[in-house]
């Protein structure tokens, strides 16, 4: 029988607005993990709720007016766990003084709010913030919540990292140093120095990592990137020290030969490139990274774009195994229609490959949309041999049905952990899933639990510890409601 809780979600759910938003999280590979990209909805509900899910579980609930501030923010860590403590006044608007917790500890984020408007000094996380990178913006708000003065980043231990001054009309002025995308004191201390007018980056640009310059170009007047350029992918690191140098033209578009490369032991290495056209279209042959590309992964992408700058095709996939020290083998790759869309049969690497996880998706794509049975198989780094380890089926719009046999993140050589359970016919979880993990030759089931209709968590679950492997065999149980976890978890080792 469903609680008055779900019957309030079934009600809700009758009439929303779901929002497909992508963002990052920490990888489970390694303890110094880069981050990869996640996809993850905001089910914005009739009584001005919203709902951050992601694979069945929700993240958080928020008021609607509190959403959007969450959008801002990249890192999925930052969604479910920050929680803004505070009051509110007769009008429903925040009043008073609010404070930021972190997994329910009090940390130093704190503000004024005046009439729901932020008021005087504040302490806000970075857009970036999360649990690997403790990084504050803080800075002063007028009386109509405008940032005003000097705003400074600073990282935990309260060292400054970086700011600049806004105007009195909330604008940027002067010399500024930002912080990278995905900055991170351990990582990634790339920052970029320059002259704001007014809101508008103008001038001479500086790109620097660990304090040493590796790249930068012009902003004309109107703020547009202009000639010579040495840019930083987005989720650049330590292990991916990846450049992209080439031209801006006059209209502030990419134009002509641009080059990737990768910075690694000491050696600055070419790794691919291309050609963009007059209007900033990637045309012909490109040999582009893979998302996700560091030491462990180095995959790369070789096919053409037409005129329209739309991928055309085939597109093979290749990976340089930097134990194996073998040659770049090709281990993948599929065809794209004229319209750029993926067609007929594809072998796709999985969102976390790397040497230790070479897992591959074989299956069909009918007009961009995946169809029938995808298998997964995934090779034995000992003894470098595939064997398939899951599979399911999509339906003819693309969305998963039925039973379905898929990795868990974090699958690696030394965590061969599987999941096995039913989505139903809108590609939602259901009912009982397993979790079993493989190790020399054994199978042995160490968790799982149930999903309700609306595909959440719901009741005990046993799980593993982000970092299960052979040597820490660690599991939590615990309780799940509507996709929440409740209460105390505890933990065990499996023997």
């Known amino acids: 029988m469903k609680t008055q809780e779900n019957d309030k979600i079934e009600q809700e759910k009758k009439e929303k607005i779901i929002k497909k938003v992508s963002g990052w999280r920490p990888s489970k590979i390694t303890s110094a993990s880069p981050l990869i990209q996640v996809d993850y909805e905001i089910i914005l509900t009739e009584n001005s709720e919203a709902f951050f899910v992601q694979q069945g579980i929700i993240l958080n609930i928020k008021k609607m007016e509190d959403a959007e501030d969450y959008e801002k923010f990249l890192n999925l860590e930052m969604i479910e766990k920050l929680e803004w403590k505070g009051k509110y006044d007769e009008q429903g608007q925040r009043f008073g003084k ?16 005046n009439k729901g408007q932020k008021l005087g000094i504040w302490i806000e996380p970075w857009q970036n913030y999360w649990s690997g990178c403790i990084v504050t913006f803080e ?29 009195n009309d909330g604008l940027k002025i002067g010399i500024w140093k930002e912080l990278h995308i995905s900055y991170n004191e351990n990582l990634n201390q790339s920052t970029i120095r320059g002259l704001y007018n007014k809101g508008i980056r103008q001038g001479e640009w500086v ?24 840019e930083q992918i987005d989720r650049f690191w330590n292990h991916n020290q990846s450049t992209l140098s080439g031209r801006y033209n006059n209209s502030g578009m990419k134009s002509g030969q641009w080059e990737i490369y990768w910075y690694w032991n000491g050696i600055n290495k070419k790794i691919g490139g291309g050609y963009y056209n007059d209007k900033g279209n990637k045309i012909g042959q490109w040999i582009e990274q893979i998302d996700g590309f560091w030491n462990y992964n180095q995959t790369t992408l070789i096919g053409n774009y037409s005129e329209q700058g739309k991928k055309t095709g085939i597109w093979e996939i290749y990976f340089l195994d930097s134990f194996s020290n073998k040659p770049n083998n090709r281990i993948g790759g599929g ?6 869309i993926k067609n007929g049969r594809w072998e796709e690497i999985s969102d976390e490959y790397w040497s230790y996880n070479q897992s591959i998706y074989i299956g069909e794509y009918k007009q961009g ?40 993140d974090g699958f690696n050589y030394w965590n061969q952990s599987i999941i096995r359970g039913t989505y139903n016919n809108q590609g939602i979880k259901e009912g009982k899933w397993e979790i079993n993990w493989n190790w020399n030759g054994e ?18 679950w046993i799980e593993q510890k982000d970092d299960f492997e052979c040597s820490k065999k660690y599991i939590l149980e615990g309780e799940y409601h509507q996709g929440i976890k409740l209460g105390q978890w505890e933990e065990s080792e499996i023997l």
């Open 369 to 408: 949309q995946k169809i029938g049975v995808w298998e997964l198989i995934f090779k034995d780094y000992i003894t470098a041999n595939f064997q398939k380890i899951g599979d399911g089926e999509y339906d003819q719009q693309g969305i998963k049905i039925g039973l379905w046999v898929e990795q868990v």
């Open 98 to 113: 609010w404070k930021g917790y972190w997994a329910n500890e009090q940390t130093k984020l704190e503000g004024i709010y």
């Open 207 to 230: 790109i620097e990592y660990n304090n040493k310059y590796i790249g930068g170009g012009q902003y004309d007047f109107n703020g547009q990137k202009i000639g010579m350029w040495t």
């Open 139 to 167: 800075g002063q708000y007028d009386e109509i919540g405008r940032k005003v003065e000097n705003w400074k980043y600073r990282n935990e231990q309260n060292a400054e990292l970086g700011g600049g001054y806004f105007n």
């Open 335 to 340: 065809q794209y229609n004229e319209e750029g």
């Open 443 to 460: 199978t042995y089931k160490i968790g799982g639990g149930q999903y309700d209709d609306f595909g959440h968590k719901t009741g005990v």
